[in-house]
């Protein structure tokens, strides 16, 4: 089975874009290790402080004391 005129022409355009001027590769691969950095750097960013006991909200429901208990 040979390959047809559509296969020949999808391997020439990766190829291309695999291997075009200017390592192409290592740009891409240099843009995602920049963004994977970026990614990172803003986890860092974002760590939460523990909060002070004055800050806290009580919200746990109070017993209701007028119901007798059986």
Known sequence: MAPGWM???LVAVV?????GGRGR????MGDMAKGIGAFRKGL?????KPADKDEL??????KD??????
Do not use: G, H, R, Y
């Open 65 to 70: 004391e007028t119901k007798s208990s059986s």
């Open 15 to 19: 190829a291309i874009l695999l291997f």
């Open 25 to 28: 590769i290592s740009s891409i």
């Open 57 to 62: 909200l009580n919200i746990t429901p109070k």
């Open 44 to 48: 860092k960013d974002e760590e939460v």
């Open 7 to 9: 296969q020949i022409l």
